[in-house]
């Protein structure tokens, strides 16, 4: 990417950063996939920062979770499973390994599939949606499974992971405009509304940007989800709004802007390193950054959202609240910008 990018001044971006973490540790979450993604954010502010404090918050509200008893597992509860793979990695203690190995086991052996082996998404112990696919399965599942393979070694985990990326892209992605649908009904083979969601394709932009990190090149998989992400990320950039943010149905400009969607394409654009793609980064940060409030609340986060009937209920649903997949995903997009400038500063010494 160009140097352009470099131009981001680091002490407001830490500062920035800090806030949001602050703020998002002071949600009262519970085990569930908001707390899933808001915690990956702290993760990635860590990976950056090294900030002991965030590390510490995470492993003390893991550890007063795991002693009271945890909610029976569905796809979305596994998002916990990303803390708990950097827990293991930064404390070493084999209980936050044998819990994310559990919730891999669960997908394995336990969770709903439909078709060829497509994972269900689920939301709670009952069979919620039943043969649907729905992209939040790429990082609530996939991108777990893919970590936990790699970190084990365990083949099985990796082929499965890598499997439902494909068979997801196969799923959801529009053949005409690279863009991914919210979901898809294996019943009517179709995609319910056919409404292309602003977080459904950001979950699908980053999963895809972040997995190439884990796969080899020379797997046949790389090259799909790199052509995947390729045509993917040039579609979204054309429908960047004058603000640099995405809407929230992102083919349609009279529905609002909305900043998770916005935080994970952006950061999926710097993962992705393209250098035409700066000035879209450049525009994407400083649009986030104007919904950042002084004591770190991301703002204009739509609420949780199952597959809408139509595009104008997807522009009714809530922005009011703080959510921990704003955060989450904002906090994933302004750490991967601080280690991209620290890459690029690494090389040139």
């Given amino acids: 990417m160009a140097d352009t990018i470099l131009t981001i001044d680091r002490d407001e971006l830490l500062t920035v950063i800090h806030k949001v973490v602050h703020r998002t540790m002071n949600i009262d979450f519970t085990w569930e996939w908001p707390c899933g993604v808001a915690f990956y954010g702290i993760t990635k502010a860590w990976d950056v920062?090294?900030?002991?404090?965030?590390?510490?918050?995470?492993?003390?509200?893991?550890?007063?979770?795991?002693?009271?008893?945890?909610?029976?597992f569905t796809v979305n509860t596994v998002s916990m499973g990303h803390t708990l793979i950097n827990l293991y990695q930064t404390r070493g203690?084999?209980?936050?390994?044998?819990?994310?190995?559990?919730?891999?086991?669960?997908?394995?052996?336990?969770?709903?599939?439909?078709?060829?082996?497509?994972l269900q998404h689920t939301?709670?112990?009952?069979?919620?949606?039943?043969?649907?696919?729905?992209?939040?399965?790429?990082?609530m599942a996939a991108y777990f499974l893919l970590r936990l393979g790699r970190l084990l070694n365990n083949e099985t985990y990796i082929e499965d992971a890598l499997h439902q990326y494909l068979a997801h892209e196969e799923l959801l992605q529009d053949v005409k405009?690279?863009?991914?649908?919210?979901?898809?009904?294996?019943?009517?083979?179709?995609?319910?509304?056919?409404?292309?969601?602003?977080?459904?394709?950001?979950?699908?932009?980053?999963?895809?940007?972040?997995?190439?990190?884990?796969?080899?090149?020379?797997?046949?998989?790389?090259?799909?989800?790199?052509?995947?992400?390729?045509?993917?990320?040039?579609?979204?950039?054309?429908?960047?709004?004058?603000?640099?943010?995405?809407?929230?149905?992102?083919d349609d400009a009279n529905t609002y802007e909305e900043i998770s969607a916005?935080?994970?394409?952006?950061?999926?654009?710097?993962?992705?390193?393209?250098?035409l793609h700066a000035k879209t980064v450049m525009a994407a940060y400083r649009g986030i950054l104007d919904n950042i409030g002084?004591?770190?609340?991301?703002?204009?986060?739509?609420?949780?959202?199952?597959?809408?009937e139509t595009v104008q209920n997807y522009n009714r649903v809530p922005r009011k609240r703080v959510q921990?997949?704003?955060?989450?995903?904002?906090?994933?997009?302004?750490?991967?910008?601080?280690?991209?400038q620290q890459e690029a500063e690494s090389k040139s010494k």
């Fill in 324 to 340: 921990g997949w704003g955060q989450g995903l904002t906090l994933a997009f302004l750490s991967a910008l601080v280690k991209y």
């Fill in 294 to 308: 002084e004591d770190g609340s991301v703002r204009n986060v739509s609420a949780g959202t199952a597959v809408m």
């Fill in 93 to 118: 203690e084999q209980k936050y390994l044998d819990l994310a190995t559990a919730k891999a086991e669960y997908l394995q052996n336990t969770a709903l599939r439909f078709g060829d082996r497509v």
């Fill in 49 to 72: 920062t090294g900030n002991e404090e965030y590390i510490e918050f995470l492993k003390n509200w893991v550890d007063e979770y795991m002693e009271i008893g945890l909610p029976k």
């Fill in 177 to 250: 405009t690279n863009l991914f649908y919210h979901g898809y009904d294996n019943s009517t083979k179709g995609h319910m509304s056919g409404v292309f969601w602003g977080r459904a394709n950001a979950w699908a932009a980053l999963t895809m940007a972040e997995a190439k990190n884990y796969i080899n090149y020379l797997y046949p998989e790389f090259m799909a989800i790199d052509g995947t992400l390729r045509d993917h990320l040039a579609a979204l950039v054309r429908l960047q709004s004058p603000n640099g943010l995405w809407h929230t149905v992102l």
């Fill in 262 to 275: 916005s935080a994970g394409i952006a950061a999926a654009l710097v993962l992705n390193r393209h250098p």
């Fill in 123 to 139: 939301v709670s112990a009952g069979n919620d949606f039943p043969g649907q696919a729905w992209a939040d399965t790429l990082f």
